[in-house]
């Protein structure tokens, strides 16, 4: 089944790149591109994308807002942030407003699709080369809030092995091939230890993590 994707950047050039990316991975189509956020509701809701590859940054709109709007309006959407962005505030405030993934846009082909293809599976995707700014921002809200830690998370040690990867931007598939896990494992796993935490977005696993000291910066 072939999954339906928008693109969303003031910069014509970025959005000819990705699209000449997202041509070469079988299963992608692009269906519209906008170049700012102004109608992008309005091209949504009549497209019903699976996928939107929002930009934060635009000249006549802000993307923050229109993911806001968008994790409102359409919440079968999944939303992949594509910026330059790499500070830490920038990337906790758009995953706290509802992205699904956050990717760099010097990200190559291989892991733009990973990056899709988490999004379609129903996970999140955090690109490594950031996870360990997002693990230091959550580190100092952390601290900052003085947040209790939680008691008997009841994880086991698997679980806890692969809540390691995940916080660090692995995808399913990279953490079931280091560890010898099938795909499924990997999946069943994951659905278990949100369920337990009660935590379903990459920027709240991260912030337990720190919290519970289960990672620290030197991981």
Not at 27 to 33: D, N, R, S
Not at 127 to 149: F, G, M
């Amino acid at each position: 089944m072939i999954c339906n994707l928008l693109l969303v950047d003031d910069h014509a050039l970025i959005r000819a790149g990705v699209r000449a990316l997202v041509s070469d991975i079988p299963g992608y189509q692009v269906i519209g591109e906008a170049a700012d956020g102004e109608h992008l509701l309005e091209m949504t809701q009549e497209l019903k994308p699976d996928i939107i590859l929002l930009d934060i940054s635009m000249k006549d709109s802000n993307g923050l807002d229109a993911l806001e709007r968008l994790h409102k309006a359409l919440p079968d959407s999944k939303v992949l942030i594509l910026s330059m962005h790499t500070e830490p505030q920038m990337i906790m405030r758009a995953l706290e407003a509802g992205a699904h993934g956050y990717l760099l846009k010097d990200a190559t082909g291989t892991e733009i699709e990973q990056a899709l293809e988490a999004l379609r599976n129903d996970e999140r995707y955090l690109s490594p080369a950031i996870a360990h700014t997002v693990i230091n921002q959550a580190l100092v809200s952390a601290q900052s809030n003085k947040v209790e830690p939680v008691e008997n998370h009841n994880l086991t040690a698997r679980q806890l092995e692969i809540l390691r990867l995940i916080v660090r931007g692995k995808s399913t598939r990279e953490i079931a091939n280091g560890l010898n896990l099938s795909v499924k494992t990997v999946e069943t796993h994951r659905s278990q230890i949100m369920k337990r935490l009660q935590i379903y977005d990459v920027a709240g696993l991260v912030l337990f993590c720190v919290r519970e000291q289960i990672i620290s910066l030197d991981d």
